[in-house]
């Protein structure tokens, strides 16, 4: 038997929605996330085209193909550890518009090493340096995140502050790497003939840049909204904002009450 077979868990989000899991803690808080996304003017309406990427296990795509009776939903998780997940719940669903792809989205077609952290597979990211340049931001996005825990993990407020770091540190080690595939949004966008995208989602660790930078001019007319969780280092939330703007999208920034003292920052984008 496969060993990943043996570590996925199916467990139940809400009392009719299961889901398949690598860490059932973790899919519950990327779970809770959900909701987060269709704030500051984003809306998803029946029939719609979303292109979700760093799908990791695929929450989004579950809990709108739960939602709604027909949505096309384009999930991209290049870490086969995760994407063997994602695969599982997108039959699960039983959305036949429901599809998922072993790959990453970047500026260019190209191989790129993953690092893949079991105990977070959340945390898996092609720019690892992000967390290990900065420890501190992790250990302040634990602190953060154990304060302002889902209802089902009400006790985890009263952790210690100072237990921290010890989470953070198990949360990274036994790291594998990966060689994963890279395309752009501009390629797939014409390989799969696609006139109209209305919720773009990018959470990918640190290459939201590249990925933004694999949209070609002339398929920024085709976004309707995203949401963009932004790495802001180097100037890289100013640069983000400006290249929306540029393309016509109103910008609404918003940090998560659990990441406050990280870098991390969401940008909502609508077309005006």
């Not at 398949?20 to 309406?45: Q, R, T």
């Not at 989470?167 to 949004?185: G, V």
């Not at 919720?199 to 995203?226: A, P």
């Amino acid at each position: 038997m496969n060993i990943l077979v043996k570590i996925m868990k199916k467990i139940l989000l809400t009392k009719d929605c299961p889901i398949y899991c690598l860490v059932p803690s973790e899919a519950i808080m990327l779970d809770d996330h959900i909701d987060g996304y269709f704030n500051n003017g984003i809306k998803i309406n029946e029939g719609d085209v979303v292109v979700d990427v760093g799908a990791n296990i695929g929450v989004l795509g579950v809990r709108l193909s739960e939602k709604f009776n027909k949505i096309k939903i384009y999930s991209f998780e290049p870490i086969p550890n995760i994407f063997s997940v994602l695969k599982k719940n997108c039959k699960l669903t039983n959305n036949p518009d429901f599809k998922v792809f072993e790959n990453g989205l970047g500026d260019k077609k190209e191989k790129k090493e993953f690092t893949y952290f079991p105990n977070s597979p959340a945390l898996s990211t092609a720019n690892p340096d992000a967390w290990e340049k900065d420890p501190k931001m992790l250990i302040d996005a634990v602190k953060g995140s154990l304060k302002n825990a889902p209802k089902k993990f009400w006790w985890a407020k009263f952790i210690p502050s100072f237990l921290a770091p010890l989470f953070a540190k198990y949360l990274t080690i036994n790291k594998k790497k990966f060689i994963c595939e890279i395309i752009t949004l501009s390629n797939f966008i014409a390989n799969e003939k696609i006139s109209k995208i209305h919720f773009l989602k990018i959470d990918c660790e640190g290459l939201e840049w590249k990925v933004l930078q694999g949209i070609k001019n002339n398929d920024w007319e085709k976004i309707l909204s995203c949401v963009i969780e932004v790495h802001n280092i180097n100037n890289r939330l100013e640069k983000i904002c400006k290249l929306l703007e540029s393309n016509g999208f109103k910008i609404i920034l918003e940090k998560e009450k659990s990441l406050k003292k990280t870098k991390l920052v969401n940008v909502f984008a609508t077309k005006k």
